[in-house]
């Protein structure tokens, strides 16, 4: 099973600043990369797949890059609306796996 | 507009059974392959299964493996988590979500709200 690390565990930050995320395979998983964005009582919403491609309707401010085993999410200026929890996820091989989590919280 | 509500959740005791179901619409659910994912309280999230659009091909997370049994009714636009023998561990919300349609693996992209399964005595 590949192992997902995020860090930060958590990340304080003010509106209008640059976040910057990260995510660690304990393997390559190649580009097979996501990134999710989660509120509270909410579903997760698809942010990037293939480490950098922003899924449909999901605005430049994120972007995301890497491959292999080190991947990054940067949200270029930070809006009210991107204060949540961040995770990142495998899907190229079985089982699918999910990093801890980073809680982008407002400084 | 894609819709995926779950149902079937509840109290179950340890050793137990529930069978969970996920109704989708707003797409045409045969051509899409299916996951359940699941959320303890307060914790992130844990990827439990994945089925093809045939329904031909599943794959398990080792924590379920050989108690938990996905399938699926193409007629019914309908998704299916069998779980069996349940532990304490497996009380979390779980949520189907589709798999998207990008050309090889694919992550998930659009998810339902969930269904709370509790496992205590």
């Known amino acids: 099973e590949i192992v997902l690390t995020q860090s930060p565990g958590t990340l304080s930050l003010s509106p209008g600043e640059r976040a910057t995320l990260s995510c660690r395979a304990s393997?390559?998983?190649?580009?097979?990369l996501a990134w999710y964005q989660q509120k509270a009582g909410q579903a997760p919403r698809l942010l990037i797949y293939g480490a950098s491609s922003r899924a449909t309707g999901i605005p430049d401010r994120f972007s995301g890059s890497g491959s292999g085993t080190d991947f990054t999410l940067t949200i270029s200026r930070l809006e009210p609306e991107d204060f949540a929890v961040y995770y990142c996820?495998?899907?190229?091989?079985?089982?699918?796996?999910f990093g801890q989590g980073t809680k982008v919280e407002i400084k | 507009e894609v819709q995926l509500l779950e149902a079937g959740g509840g109290l179950a005791q340890p050793g137990g059974s529930l069978r969970l179901s996920c109704a989708a619409s707003?797409?045409?659910?045969?051509?899409?392959?299916m996951s359940w994912v699941r959320q303890a309280p307060g914790k992130g999230l844990e990827w439990v299964s994945i089925i093809s659009g045939g329904g031909d091909r599943t794959y398990y997370a080792d924590s379920v493996k050989g108690r938990f049994t996905i399938s699926r009714d193409n007629f019914q636009n309908t998704l299916y988590l069998q779980m069996n023998s349940l532990r304490a561990e497996d009380t979390a919300i779980y949520s189907c979500?589709?798999?998207?349609?990008?050309?090889?693996?694919?992550?998930?992209?659009?998810w339902g709200q969930g269904t709370l399964v509790a496992v205590s005595s």
């Open positions: 707003g797409f045409t659910f045969s051509s899409y392959a």
């Open positions: 979500a589709r798999v998207q349609n990008c050309g090889g693996a694919c992550p998930e992209d659009y």
């Open positions: 996820q495998q899907y190229g091989s079985s089982p699918r796996t």
């Open positions: 393997q390559s998983v190649s580009s097979y």
